[in-house]
């Protein structure tokens, strides 16, 4: 009589998993298109690479707010009412709605044909969206008790994973131009390296990282998790694409393409099991 059970549940359910997917592919995109105006070799990327880092980003909103119990409480993120600075929420927030305000500054002088305008508006809209992956690592460590999350490593990891992601889906916008595939393989290669060298580190201090670390460890190397996240993640998502990079075969536009599906569905299942499974261990204990 009285007794009750606490059903510990997943906060950050799945849905999140699929922004941070979108978003890390969204501000690749247009660090691609800001970068043609430095680089020769991304000019094809400027405009078709930013019109989809713009779609992607309404999705990526529209997920946020499908998540909300009350959707439209999105409008506080913009009431100065509202906003609590000393809350991570509310620089994410602004983080997100300036990024897209710059897009929008973008796209305004690109369209109207002043390059200088557009070429500033390119820089600063591209350091804004390289705070939403940094912003997005930072959001999970400060988690002081999840194993994983709590690493300086997590927004260096999502920079890379949005520079991963960004470049397999460029491939496809490249329409095989040569000099830009040359250039995205190269992105491939090295944030692929990056993300690997973290992912391993990761592993190991977590298994060995005390009774909580090594219980997590246990969840996110075994069954349907460790499928998820060695299999599909580490193995088919990003040492299967490396290797195909550096045979002979990765060097033509095809191999670069082929190498670019299966960074995306490693991408994919690297952020679904870093953001679920450290969060598998509190709903058994």
Same mark, same amino acid.
């Given at each position: 009589?009285?007794?009750?059970? @606490?059903?510990?549940?997943?906060?950050?359910?799945?849905?999140?998993?699929?922004?941070?997917?979108?978003? +890390?592919?969204?501000?690749?995109?247009?660090?691609?298109?800001? !970068?043609?105006?430095?680089?020769?070799?991304?000019?094809? #990327?400027?405009?078709?690479?930013?019109?989809?880092?713009?779609?992607?980003?309404?999705?990526? $909103?529209? !997920?946020? *707010?499908?998540?909300?119990?009350?959707?439209?409480?999105?409008?506080?993120?913009?009431?100065?009412?509202?906003?609590?600075?000393?809350?991570?929420?509310?620089?994410?927030?602004?983080?997100? *709605?300036?990024?897209?305000?710059?897009? @929008?500054? /973008?796209?305004?002088?690109?369209?109207?044909?002043?390059? $200088?305008?557009?070429?500033?508006?390119?820089?600063?809209?591209?350091?804004?969206?390289? +705070?939403?992956?940094?912003?997005?690592?930072?959001?999970?460590?400060?988690?002081?008790?999840?194993?994983?999350?709590?690493?300086?490593?997590?927004?260096?990891?999502?920079?890379? &994973?949005?520079?991963?992601? =960004?470049?397999?889906?460029?491939?496809?916008?490249?329409?095989?131009?040569?000099?830009?595939? @040359?250039?995205?393989?190269?992105?491939?290669?090295?944030?692929? $390296? %990056?993300?690997?060298?973290? #992912?391993?580190?990761?592993?190991?201090?977590? %298994?060995?990282?005390?009774?909580? %670390?090594?219980?997590?460890?246990?969840?996110?190397?075994? =069954?349907?998790?460790?499928?998820?996240?060695? $299999?599909? =993640?580490?193995?088919?998502?990003?040492?299967?694409?490396?290797?195909?990079?550096? %045979?002979?075969?990765?060097?033509?536009?095809?191999?670069?393409?082929?190498?670019?599906?299966? #960074?995306?569905?490693?991408?994919?299942? &690297?952020?679904?099991?870093?953001?679920?499974?450290?969060?598998?261990?509190?709903? /058994?204990?």
């Amino acid at each position: 009589m009285l007794d009750y059970n @606490v059903f510990h549940t997943i906060a950050w359910p799945g849905a999140y998993a699929w922004y941070f997917f979108v978003i +890390g592919i969204s501000v690749a995109l247009f660090f691609f298109s800001a !970068l043609s105006w430095f680089r020769e070799e991304f000019q094809p #990327l400027r405009k078709s690479g930013f019109y989809l880092s713009f779609v992607l980003l309404v999705v990526g $909103g529209l !997920l946020l *707010i499908s998540d909300l119990s009350q959707p439209m409480r999105f409008l506080n993120m913009i009431n100065p009412a509202y906003l609590k600075f000393d809350s991570p929420l509310a620089w994410g927030s602004l983080n997100l *709605i300036t990024f897209g305000i710059a897009s @929008v500054v /973008y796209l305004f002088f690109m369209n109207k044909g002043d390059d $200088g305008l557009a070429k500033k508006a390119a820089v600063i809209g591209a350091l804004l969206g390289l +705070g939403l992956p940094i912003y997005t690592g930072f959001d999970l460590t400060v988690h002081q008790h999840r194993p994983v999350w709590n690493t300086p490593l997590m927004p260096v990891l999502f920079v890379a &994973l949005s520079l991963l992601s =960004g470049a397999a889906v460029a491939s496809f916008l490249a329409k095989g131009n040569e000099k830009l595939m @040359v250039m995205l393989r190269r992105f491939m290669l090295w944030a692929g $390296g %990056a993300t690997a060298a973290m #992912l391993i580190s990761l592993l190991g201090t977590t %298994a060995y990282g005390g009774s909580a %670390a090594e219980i997590t460890f246990m969840f996110m190397t075994s =069954g349907t998790m460790g499928m998820i996240f060695i $299999g599909l =993640g580490m193995l088919v998502g990003l040492a299967a694409p490396i290797a195909l990079l550096l %045979a002979p075969v990765g060097r033509q536009p095809m191999g670069v393409m082929a190498a670019g599906v299966l #960074l995306l569905v490693g991408g994919m299942a &690297l952020r679904y099991a870093i953001l679920i499974g450290p969060q598998i261990v509190h709903t /058994y204990y």
